[in-house]
C-alpha cells in the first residue's frame, strides 16, 4: 500500500515518521521545505501539490491545524480532491467538525473514493513511538484495508462507527482533558497554598480517584515550569470551540463547557495563541502570586513505553 501524508506538524511529523519507520512506501507534503527535505533524507518521496500526491498514492492522510486549511488542501485547484480516483482512501486524522468532514465526504465518495475521520488521542510524545491512540469513523471495510497503516501509527485503534462519529468522539476526549487542565490549575494553588510537597502532592493524586491522564503527563510539565506539552492554546481553543459549537447544534445547554471557553480565551490573550496549553494554570498562579514549581520533573515528556505494534480495541 503506497500511502500520501500531508501536514508533518508537531502530530503529523511523527506519525509519518512511524510509518516511515515500518517501511510503508511513503509521499510526503508540507508548506516548510525544511521539514520535507529532512523526510526526503529518510527515504519518502516528497510531492510537488496535494493533487499530484493523491494521483501517486493509495491511502491519503491529512494531519492539518484547522477545517479551514484542510478544506483549503481538500478542495482547492491542485487539491486532493482533483488527483482521487476509484477506490482511494482518505484518511482526515486532524481534529475537525464532524459536519465538515461529512461534507468534503460526500465530494470523495462523488469521486468514487472512500472518506475516513482518523483523529488521534495520548499526547505528542505517544505519536513519537506509535503509541498513541486512534478513533476511525466510516466504511468498515475501508478501515479494516488501511489496518496495518493504523496499528504502526498506533497502539490502541477504535472503529467508532459511520463518518464523522470518531470526529464527535475526539472533540469530547479533548474536551475532557481540557476541563481537567483547568481545574489542575486550582487543585495546584489549594496545594501549594496549604504548603503541602508538591512531589508527594503529584503522587498521591496519581493514586487517587482524582487522577487522570492530564494530571500524570502535564502536572509534570507544569511543576517543571517549562509546561512545554507540544500543544498551544490556540489548538485548545480549536477543540473547545467544536464541542461547544457541537452543543449547541444539538440543542444541549452546557455549563461548564461555555466557562473553560472563556477561561482559555483569557489563556491566550494573556500569553499568546502559540503559549504551551498547559501555561492556563499559570492564571492561577499569577492570581494567587504563587508558582507549582518542583524538582525531579522533566522539561518535556519522553514516553519510554517499548513501541509495539497495535490492535483494534
Given amino acids: 500500500m503506497k500511502v500520501g501524508f500531508i501536514g508533518l506538524g508537531n502530530v503529523g511529523g511523527k506519525l509519518a515518521k512511524s510509518l516511515l519507520r515500518n517501511e510503508f512506501d511513503l509521499t510526503v507534503r508540507d508548506l516548510d521545505k525544511d521539514i520535507t527535505k529532512s523526510f526526503l533524507d529518510l527515504g519518502a518521496r516528497v510531492a510537488n501539490s496535494a493533487k499530484e500526491l493523491a494521483e501517486q498514492v493509495d491511502l491519503i492522510i491529512t494531519c492539518l491545524p484547522s477545517p479551514q486549511i484542510c478544506a483549503e488542501v481538500m478542495e482547492g485547484t491542485d487539491g486532493?480532491?482533483?488527483?482521487?480516483?476509484?477506490?482511494?482512501?482518505?484518511?482526515?486524522?486532524?481534529?475537525?467538525?464532524?459536519?465538515?468532514?461529512k461534507r468534503i465526504g460526500k465530494k470523495v465518495i462523488e469521486k468514487k473514493a472512500i472518506p475516513l475521520?482518523?483523529?488521534v488521542s495520548g499526547g505528542c510524545h505517544r505519536a513519537a513511538t506509535g503509541n498513541i491512540a486512534i478513533f476511525?469513523?466510516?466504511?468498515?471495510?475501508?478501515?479494516?484495508?488501511i489496518l496495518p497503516a493504523l496499528t504502526v501509527m498506533g497502539r490502541k485503534v477504535l472503529h467508532t462507527g459511520k463518518l464523522g462519529t470518531a470526529s464527535v468522539l475526539k472533540v469530547i476526549t479533548n474536551y475532557l482533558a481540557s476541563v481537567h487542565l483547568v481545574a489542575l490549575?486550582?487543585?495546584w494553588t489549594v496545594a501549594k497554598k496549604s504548603n503541602l510537597d508538591l512531589n508527594k502532592a503529584y503522587k498521591g493524586i496519581a493514586v487517587s480517584s482524582g487522577n487522570s491522564f492530564?494530571?500524570?503527563t502535564e502536572s509534570q510539565v507544569i511543576l517543571n515550569g517549562s509546561y512545554n506539552i507540544n500543544f498551544t492554546m490556540d489548538l485548545v481553543l480549536k477543540d473547545t470551540g467544536l464541542f461547544d459549537q457541537l452543543a449547541k447544534k444539538l440543542?444541549?445547554?452546557l455549563?461548564?463547557?461555555?466557562?473553560?471557553?472563556?477561561?482559555?480565551?483569557?489563556g491566550q490573550k494573556k500569553y499568546g495563541s502559540r503559549a504551551w496549553s498547559s501555561m492556563i494554570v499559570k492564571r492561577m498562579e499569577d492570581l494567587n502570586n504563587v508558582d507549582f514549581r518542583a524538582d525531579g520533573f522533566p522539561e518535556e515528556l519522553v514516553d519510554n513505553e517499548i513501541e509495539e505494534n497495535g490492535y483494534e480495541i
Avoid: Q
Fill in 80 to 101: 486532493i480532491l482533483n488527483g482521487l480516483s476509484e477506490n482511494k482512501i482518505w484518511l482526515e486524522m486532524s481534529t475537525t467538525d464532524e459536519a465538515e468532514v
Fill in 117 to 119: 475521520d482518523g483523529p
Fill in 136 to 145: 476511525v469513523g466510516g466504511e468498515r471495510t475501508a478501515f479494516e484495508k
Fill in 185 to 187: 490549575g486550582e487543585a
Fill in 214 to 216: 492530564v494530571h500524570e
Fill in 251 to 253: 440543542n444541549a445547554p
Fill in 255 to 266: 455549563e461548564i463547557s461555555p466557562k473553560v471557553v472563556e477561561i482559555f480565551k483569557d
